[in-house]
Every structure is written in C-alpha cells, then in structure tokens.
C-alpha cells in the first residue's frame, strides 16, 4: 500500500508555465543586450535611487500596508480618490487578486489570444476557465468574437491595449463600442501596461471610460515606461467597491517600502520621463521604417516592443538574433517579441532582420 501524500487541487497541474525572457549570455569581445521582456534599457529617473536608498534605511520595519504616499501621489496625479486605487506587487499580482475577488471556481474570463502570458496563468490560478478568443491576422483583438464569447459564466474580460506581444492598440470608440456590448455585470479590465508608448488617433481615454461604467477597470504598472520592472509595483484604478474588493484579497504587506518610495519617486520626474519615453518612440520609429523598407509587414507596433509574426520560424529568428548578441523573446510556432531598446541593440535588430525577411 502506497503512503498517501498531499496532493495539490486538480487545476494546478494544468497551470501552464511562465516562460520569462531570458537575460543574455555574455560573449567574448561583444556587448549583448536584453530584448526579450519589454524592459526599460534607461537607469532608473532621477531621484529613484535615492529615495529607495532612504527607505532601505527602514528596512527593518514593515511598509506601509495602506500604500498612503504612494495612493496620495497618484490620486492627485490621475484625479481620482485614493480609494479607487488598489496596488500589488506589479500589475500581475493586481490581476490575481482580481481574479480572487470575482471568480468562483468554473466562471469564464474572456481575453485575447495571443496575448500576455501571464492571462491564462492567472486565470487557472484563481481556478476560473480562460476563454481565448483570437486576435485577427493583423494582431488585432476581435472585439466582435470577443462580445460573442461573452457568456451566462463570464465574470471577467480582459483588454490588452496596446496588445502583448502582436502591438496593435484599441481606439477610445472600438473600446467604448464594445463596452456597450458587455453586461453591466461583467468586470472589463483595461490593462494598459504600454499605455505612455502609444501614438495614434483616437487613443483610448481609460479612466474617462471607468468614470463613466462602473464595470471598468484599469491596470497600469511601473515597470515599463517607468524602468521600475525589478521592483515590482503595479495598481488598478476603478470604482470603490471594486477597489475594495482587489484590497480585500491582496497580499497584506504585499509591496515594499522601496518599491513605494521608488514608484513615488518616479511620479516626481515627469519631465524625464516623457523625454526618455519620446527617445524610446522614436527608436520603435525608426526600426519599424527600417524594417518596412525590407519588406516585413508586421502589426502596428503601439508598444515598446515589434512582433514577427513567423509561425514555424520563430526559433530560428531569435537564434540569429542571439548570434548577433541579443536575446529576443521566441513563442515557438507563432512568432518573435522583440524589445526596442538601446540604439545599438535596435541595430542589430534591423540587421538580423533584413537577412531573415522572406
Ligand atoms: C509587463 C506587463 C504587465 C505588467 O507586469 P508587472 O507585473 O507590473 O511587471 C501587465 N500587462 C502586460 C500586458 C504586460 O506586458
């Protein structure tokens, strides 16, 4: 007779894995650089470092798990009531605890695909089914299959915008369009991760929108435009009582001192942080021309990072990609996420790409 041994629930052994971009081997006589996670390639803005020196100092006590400072600064910064807010270690973390407070286990959360990885991982999780609803050829999200798959078990929907790893992002009126389509009931998360990358007409106004719908929520994060990745901090913006509900399943204590002190920090320097954004636009600009002049038809890069949608090649391309000293982020038998990041890295990129385009 076997020794019974405790088993985990059922669901978690369907949980796929987190594939994290990797960081770069180092080669001898080469730099090599790190565009496989969508990271900031600037050091942290000014004043960052030392904040988070100071409360370094304070080490030995607990945060403040009412995350005060850092809800004041953004409630002013977004003119919202601090209580509207609800922060987590990185937006993921916001997205967990959203998905403990509205699913039990069995109800549907409805996203794109392909999308953000950690989507299906969150879901199974908190034990609710993902229902992924392709993106269009042009990595695109299919608002109208996305209204249809909308059904009596949906608690959640999920929008990417810009969409990770394809690029594109939703205007204000397919968002606000598709917003009249969902039941009042079923939460839309906006998760706007690359919201400071992107440049088009009739961008979305996300907060407009939960002002308006008390069934939308925003997810934003420092980690991206605000070079903060390594610390981990992330919030939602909604309605009270769905902010409430977030806090009520957090991790208590769950975001550091340092990373509040640096988050507060980074809200502070504004200024460097669009001129730092505009240089990192400018370099999507510049590679997505480059790349257009040898002849890829890729989707419309609204994020910090362009998508190869090459299906069958996408190992091959990022193994070229390493060979030239930088490490791209492969989903093997679709395509091939990379970064923009340091200029010269962004060379490479355009040189690896033009002896690969078909
Ligand atoms: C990077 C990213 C996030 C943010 O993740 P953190 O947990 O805040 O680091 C959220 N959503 C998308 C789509 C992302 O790409």
Redesign the pocket.
């Known amino acids: 007779m076997s020794t019974p041994t405790p088993r985990p629930r059922a669901t978690v052994a369907t949980i796929p894995a987190y594939v994290p971009g990797r960081p770069p081997a180092a080669r001898e006589g080469m730099t090599t650089y790190k565009l496989s996670s ?1 990271e900031n390639p600037f050091p942290p803005l000014p004043g960052v470092v030392e904040a988070v020196a100071r409360a370094a100092e304070q080490m030995n006590r607990y945060p403040d798990m009412g995350c005060v400072a850092l809800y004041d600064a953004l409630a002013t910064r977004l003119d919202v009531a601090p209580q509207q807010l609800a922060a987590g ?5 916001v997205l967990y605890h959203l998905l403990q407070a509205y699913c039990d286990p069995g109800d549907e959360v409805v996203f794109a695909w392909r ?2 990885e ?1 989507y299906p991982i969150a879901a199974s999780v908190g034990g609710a089914v993902a229902v992924q609803v392709p993106v269009t050829a042009d990595g695109r999200h299919d608002l109208d299959a996305m209204a249809t798959a909308v059904g009596e078990r949906t608690k959640v929907v999920l929008l ?1 915008t810009p969409n ?1 790893p394809t690029g594109p992002a939703l205007t204000h009126g397919e968002v606000a369009g598709f917003l009249d389509r969902v039941p009042g009931h079923v939460l839309v998360v906006l ?1 706007e ?2 919201r400071e990358f992107v440049r088009m007409d009739d961008p979305l106004d996300a907060l407009a929108l939960t002002r308006q719908r008390p069934n939308v929520v925003v ?1 934003r ?4 435009a605000y070079g903060l ?1 390594g610390l ?3 919030y939602l913006v909604g309605s009270v009582e769905v902010a409430t509900a977030v806090r009520a399943c957090s991790l208590p204590f769950g975001v550091s001192s340092i990373a509040q002190a640096a988050a507060v920090a980074s809200l502070a320097a504004e200024d460097e942080l669009l001129e730092r954004v505009e240089k990192i636009v400018a370099e999507r600009s510049r590679v997505t021309a480059a790349l257009a002049e040898q002849g890829w038809q890729l989707p419309e890069a609204q994020g910090n990072f362009v998508w190869f949608p090459v299906g069958d090649r996408a190992l091959e391309l990022a193994a070229a990609a390493e060979e030239a000293g930088i490490v791209v982020r492969p989903f093997a038998g679709d395509g091939v996420r990379v970064s923009i990041g340091e200029p010269e890295a962004n060379d490479r990129l355009v040189e690896v790409a033009g002896r690969s385009v078909n």
């Open positions: 969508n270690t990185g937006s993921v973390a999308s953000f950690a990417c990770n998760d991760a690359y997810m994060t420092f980690a991206k990745a981990r901090v992330g």
